[in-house]
């Protein structure tokens, strides 16, 4: 059984932009390397949306891994799996991507995204 993918073509100019002005404002907590491989990681992913969340969201904070959240109704596994291994291949630093379909949320994955402290990159 397959299901249409639905959402919008990330773009690596986009969120390098996005992440450019998140981290000017001080609300992520990326350097220049870290942020051109997200965006080099999401590039031409389709999703709803894709989101920093955990300690990187923390301006205060120091270290901690990367975690991304991308919204999608794109096979999950895949979809990480592409991210993450993008991503290593542009920066060593340690990303965690979660892939929720939102036309598939149960309660666990509700009260996960309530629990969650997130900035939207795109």
């Known amino acids: ?29 990326l350097d220049d390397a870290e ?3 997200v965006a080099a990681a999401v590039d031409g992913i389709v999703a ?3 989101e ?4 990187r969201t923390d301006p205060t ?5 990367i975690d991304l959240l991308i919204v999608t109704s794109a096979p999950r596994f895949e979809t990480a799996r592409r991210v993450s291994s993008r991503f ?6 340690r990303i965690d991507v979660v892939v929720l379909d939102p036309e598939r949320l149960g309660p666990a994955e509700e009260a996960f995204l309530q629990s969650l402290r997130r ?3 795109t």
Do not use: N
Request: glycine residues 14%.
């Open 35 to 37: 942020a051109l491989a």
């Open 52 to 55: 920093l969340f955990g300690s």
């Open 1 to 29: 059984m397959s299901h249409a993918v639905t959402g919008h073509v990330q773009s690596a100019v986009a969120v390098e932009r996005s992440l450019g002005t998140l981290r000017a404002a001080g609300l992520v907590r």
């Open 119 to 121: 900035v939207r990159i």
């Open 61 to 65: 904070g120091r270290g901690g891994d």
């Open 88 to 93: 290593f291949m542009r920066c060593e630093e």
């Open 48 to 50: 709803d949306s894709v």
